[in-house]
Every structure is written in structure tokens, then in C-alpha cells.
């Protein structure tokens, strides 16, 4: 009788295990489709598809303005991209500039507003894994900024087309894809970055500020730092200096620059977009002897951006990883 008991209970702990591991599987897909709701049902959402919708708008009426006047008719499609009106920036330009506001918005408050509201102790007492949590939360994050960038990007080009009648070669359409990828890839390390200070901080002003503080400074002040830093180490302040350093000099500061995401995908970009890119590093005389002029194949400029590309995903995964780390180790219930 008491065995009898015993492989009962034993059965009944078992369909209990395997009830919350079925529910924790399912618990990530639960919490990723309540905050892509979340997210599309907010006024937040509308706002950042008014902003960006309104400058990708902006910069078309700039390119177009700007492509009666061009004297390269290769690639007009990529151009209406990169080029920039008299006074309006390209849409490449503002993407660059503008886009971490759509990461900085949707992740400062993640974490710690469902913290200050008590809703996150409900949450971790489901059955759930806890890490469900932050990753359903930058998934859904993710999910709206492809969405948003995608979106954006493809009507941009609908309207060059509608509006110039040009035809979109197979290649042009491959880098624009590319290019879209790029920005997904970049905004969404700034979406990670605002789920970090979220973790940290505990009041979403708090980490508000701090994401934006270091949004401007790695969009502004990184170039002036990389610049004072590579004149102490290589100046140039006369003929005979300027002579001895400037290679060493160029190369200090575009290797410092390169510390910052934005500067990565600015120059990624625009390597992409613009095939007359041939090096995104420095080029000597002697290789420039006997160099043909030309375009370079979508795989031969794939080829000098694919470290731009490793380099945003390392940052990706180090943000994230930080974030989730942080979230892991805290003790939510204590909150």
C-alpha cells in the first residue's frame, strides 16, 4: 500500500515538473506576443512612426530634389538613400543619427517600471523561467524596430520608384535589404543598451538619461575624443611632423572612431550603398598604381564590412549579455 502511494506521488511530481517545463517553454512566447502587443497598442509606438516616417519623407523630397542634378546616373536607385538635398539630410544620414531613439524608447523603461509598479514580483511567481522575462522583452523590442525600419525602408523606395519611374536592378535591391539589415542590427544594440540601465537603475528617468548620455556621446564626442587623443600621440602641428605622423595619426583616430557603434555603421553603410567605395582604410600611393577605377560587386563590398558587421553583433551580445546577467543575478523579490 505505502509503494503503491509512493509511485503514485512520484507520478503526480513528475507530471508537475513536466507541466511547468512545458510551461516555461511556452512562457517565453506568452510574454514575447503580450509585449509586441504592448508595444504596437502604445501612443510611444506612434510617435516613433511619425518621427521616423516623417524624416524618411523629409529626405525623400531631399534626394529627389538633389537627383535632377547628379552626374552619375549609376545606381539612382541607391541614391535616393544617401543622397542629401541642400538642406536635408539623406535618409542614410538621419537613420544613423536618429535611429537609437527608437531602441533608447521602447527598453528604458523594461525592467524597472514593471519593478516600481510591483508587477514583476507577480511575474518571477509564475511558472516560468525567469529568463523568459528579459529575453520576450528584447525580442518584442526587436520585433517593432525590424518592423519600423523595414517598413519605412521599403516605402521609402515605393515612392522613388512611383515618383522617378526608376527600375531597381537586382543588386541595388540586395544592398538596400543589406542596408535595412545593418540598421535593424545597430538600433537594436541601442535597445539592448536601454534594457541594461534598466536593470541598473532603479527610476526610468534615471536610465533615460543615462542611455541618452551615452547615445550623444558616442554619436558627438567620440570624434573629438579620438582627435585630441591622436594629436597628443602623432601631432602634426608643423610640415616636418605632419610628414613623420600623419599616418600613424589617421590611423590612431580611425582606429579609436571605430570603438563607437555609430561610427561602425555609418562606415559600413556607406560602403554598402555606395559601390564606389573601394577601402575603408587608408590607401598608400603605391596602391594606388595601377588600380582600375570602377564599382565594386555587392560580394566585394560585403567583404570590407563584414568585420563592421561582427563587430555591431559583438556589442549586440556583450549589451544583452550585461542586461541579462543583471537581471539574472538580482533578487526581485527583495524589491
Not at 610640415?239 to 605622423?245: F, R
Not at 553583433?313 to 524589491?335: C, D, I, K, P, S
Request: charged residues 10%; aromatic residues 10%.
Amino acid at each position: 500500500m505505502r509503494e503503491m502511494v509512493w509511485k503514485k506521488r512520484k507520478n503526480m511530481d513528475g507530471n508537475m515538473k513536466n507541466k511547468i517545463r512545458v510551461n516555461g517553454m511556452t512562457g517565453l512566447g506568452a510574454l514575447y506576443h503580450k509585449e509586441l502587443a504592448d508595444h504596437l497598442k502604445s501612443k510611444r509606438f506612434l510617435i516613433l512612426l511619425i518621427l521616423i516616417g516623417s524624416t524618411s519623407f523629409a529626405s525623400l523630397y531631399g534626394a529627389l530634389t538633389a537627383l535632377g542634378n547628379a552626374e552619375d546616373s549609376n545606381y539612382l536607385f541607391l541614391k535616393l538613400y544617401t543622397t542629401s538635398g541642400s538642406s536635408i539630410p539623406s535618409f542614410l544620414s538621419f537613420i544613423a543619427l536618429l535611429g537609437p531613439i527608437i531602441g533608447l524608447a521602447l527598453g528604458f523603461d523594461a525592467i524597472n517600471s514593471e519593478r516600481s509598479s510591483g508587477t514583476l514580483n507577480r511575474l518571477v511567481s509564475q511558472p516560468i523561467y525567469r529568463d523568459s522575462i528579459i529575453i520576450g522583452k528584447f525580442l518584442a523590442g526587436t520585433a517593432v524596430i525590424a518592423t519600423i525600419i523595414y517598413s519605412m525602408g521599403a516605402m521609402l523606395g515605393a515612392m522613388g520608384v512611383l515618383v522617378t519611374g526608376l527600375k531597381p536592378s537586382g543588386e541595388e535591391v540586395w544592398r538596400v535589404l543589406i542596408f535595412l539589415t545593418f540598421t535593424v542590427i545597430y538600433v537594436a544594440f541601442w535597445l539592448a543598451i536601454s534594457i541594461l540601465f534598466s536593470v541598473v537603475c532603479r527610476h526610468a528617468a534615471t536610465s533615460a538619461l543615462a542611455s541618452i548620455a551615452l547615445w550623444i556621446f558616442f554619436a558627438i564626442f567620440m570624434s573629438l575624443v579620438a582627435s585630441i587623443i591622436a594629436n597628443a600621440m602623432y601631432p602634426i602641428n608643423d610640415e616636418y611632423s605632419a610628414l613623420v605622423n600623419s599616418m600613424d595619426h589617421y590611423t590612431l583616430n580611425l582606429g579609436i572612431n571605430r570603438l563607437s557603434p555609430y561610427y561602425l555603421y555609418s562606415e559600413a553603410v556607406s560602403t554598402i550603398m555606395n559601390p564606389g567605395v573601394r577601402s575603408v582604410n587608408v590607401v598608400t600611393v603605391d596602391q594606388l598604381v595601377g588600380a582600375v577605377s570602377g564599382y565594386l560587386s555587392l560580394g566585394q563590398s560585403l567583404l570590407l564590412v563584414w568585420p563592421h558587421l561582427t563587430g555591431l553583433a559583438a556589442l549586440l551580445l556583450v549589451a544583452f549579455g550585461g542586461a541579462y546577467l543583471g537581471f539574472m543575478r538580482q533578487e526581485v523579490r527583495a524589491n
